[in-house]
C-alpha cells in the first residue's frame, strides 16, 4: 500500500475511534461516514470540541428539529471543524428558514442548509432548485422524495438550463438502469452525474469502468446504497485500474480493524468505506468554487445519503423483527 493511502488508513481508523467513543447511544454506521469527513478535510476530530458542538445544535434546536436527526453527528464533526462554529449553524439555520418556504422538512434539507450557509445561497437559488425538483419529480413521481431536493438545491448553481439538466439526468438514469436495478439508488446516481458536464454516456461508461475494475480486483461491489458512493468516485476521473488497487489495499487494511469482523460492518459496506478513503486520495485540495459541488460535495452528499438509508433499512428491520416476536 502507498504510504499515503496507509497514513489515511491509520488516519481513518483513528478518527472513528474517537467519534464511536464521543457519540456512544448513536447508530454505529455513522462513526466511519463521519471519519472520513476528518479525512477529506485533512483533520483530526477532537472529543471536546465534538461534544461542544452536539450540545450546540441541542440548544439552539427544539427536539423535533430537522438538525437533531441523523445527520446531528456528522453535523457536529462538520461544526468542529469551524473557526467559529455558532456562527456557521446560525448561517444554517438562517438558510434553513428560507428552504423550509419551498420544501418540506427533512434531515436532507437541514444538511443541504449547512452546505448552501458556505456558498452564500439567494433566494434566486433557492426558487431555482424548486423548480429543478418540481420537474424531477414530474419526471419520476413515485421515485422523488426529501432527499432529492438536496441534489435540485446544488444544481442551482450550474450554468446549464434546467431542461438540460434534467435531460442529462434522465440520459444518465436509463443508461444505469441497464446495469443497476434498484431504482432508487440510480435515481441518485444519476443526480450525481448530472453535477458534472460531460456528457451522459461518457459518465455513465466511467461508472461501468470503474464497477467492472472493482469486480475483477476485489469483487462484488454493492448494487445499492454503495452505489452514491461509487458514482462519485467515477467522477474524480482517475485511472479506474489505479483506484481498484488503491481499494484493494484499503479493503484488506479494514478487514483486519476491529469493527468490520464477521459479526460487524458488512463486505459491501466496507468496500463502500475503502471507496471514500479512496476518494480522500484523489481528491482536488484547496477548491474554492462551485467545482467542488461537483467533488468534495457530491462525495459528502453520496455518503450521508448511503448512511441515511443504512440506517433507515436497519430501523426498518429491527421493527418487522420486533413486530413479529
Not at 496507509?6 to 471519519?35: G, M
Not at 423550509?100 to 427533512?106: H, K, N, P
Not at 448552501?116 to 445561497?121: D, K, N, P, Q, S
Not at 464497477?211 to 446504497?225: A, M, N, R, V
Request: with cysteine; hydrophobic share 40%.
Amino acid at each position: 500500500m502507498k504510504f499515503s493511502l496507509e497514513t489515511l488508513c491509520s488516519q481513518f481508523i483513528e478518527a472513528r475511534d474517537v467519534i464511536r467513543d464521543t457519540f456512544k447511544w448513536d447508530s454505529s454506521y455513522l462513526p466511519p461516514v463521519c471519519a472520513n469527513l476528518f479525512c477529506a478535510a485533512g483533520a483530526v476530530p477532537d472529543a471536546d470540541r465534538l461534544r461542544a458542538c452536539r450540545d450546540l445544535i441541542n440548544q439552539k434546536t427544539g427536539i423535533f428539529s430537522s438538525f437533531r436527526g441523523h445527520i446531528r453527528v456528522p453535523l457536529a464533526c462538520l461544526l468542529s471543524m469551524e473557526d467559529r462554529p455558532e456562527e456557521k449553524f446560525d448561517r444554517a439555520k438562517e438558510v434553513y428558514q428560507l428552504l423550509r418556504e419551498r420544501f418540506s422538512a427533512s434531515d436532507y434539507l437541514a444538511l443541504a442548509s449547512f452546505l448552501l450557509a458556505e456558498y452564500g445561497c439567494t433566494e434566486d437559488q433557492i426558487a431555482r432548485g424548486k423548480r429543478i425538483y418540481r420537474l424531477m419529480k414530474d419526471e419520476h413521481p413515485l421515485l422523488t422524495s426529501s432527499e432529492d431536493s438536496i441534489f435540485a438545491l446544488m444544481m442551482a448553481w450550474s450554468d446549464r438550463s434546467d431542461e438540460e439538466l434534467i435531460s442529462d439526468m434522465e440520459t444518465c438514469y436509463r443508461l444505469l438502469k441497464e446495469r443497476f436495478h434498484d431504482s432508487n439508488c440510480v435515481q441518485t446516481m444519476a443526480q450525481i452525474l448530472a453535477m458534472e458536464p460531460a456528457g451522459a454516456r461518457t459518465k455513465c461508461e466511467k461508472v461501468f469502468t470503474l464497477y467492472d475494475q472493482i469486480e475483477q480486483t476485489i469483487g462484488k461491489y454493492g448494487k445499492h446504497h454503495e452505489l452514491a458512493t461509487l458514482a462519485a468516485c467515477a467522477m474524480l476521473d482517475e485511472d479506474p485500474a489505479a483506484m481498484a488497487e488503491d481499494m484493494k489495499d484499503v479493503d484488506a487494511f479494514l478487514d483486519q480493524q476491529k469493527g468490520y469482523g464477521f459479526f460487524s460492518i458488512d463486505r459491501k459496506t466496507r468496500l463502500m468505506h475503502a471507496a471514500m478513503i479512496v476518494s480522500d486520495e484523489y481528491m482536488p485540495r484547496g477548491e474554492v468554487d462551485t467545482a467542488a459541488l461537483s467533488g468534495t460535495i457530491a462525495m459528502l452528499i453520496a455518503q450521508q445519503i448511503a448512511t441515511c438509508a443504512i440506517i433507515a433499512s436497519t430501523t426498518a428491520t429491527t421493527a418487522a423483527s420486533s413486530s413479529h416476536s
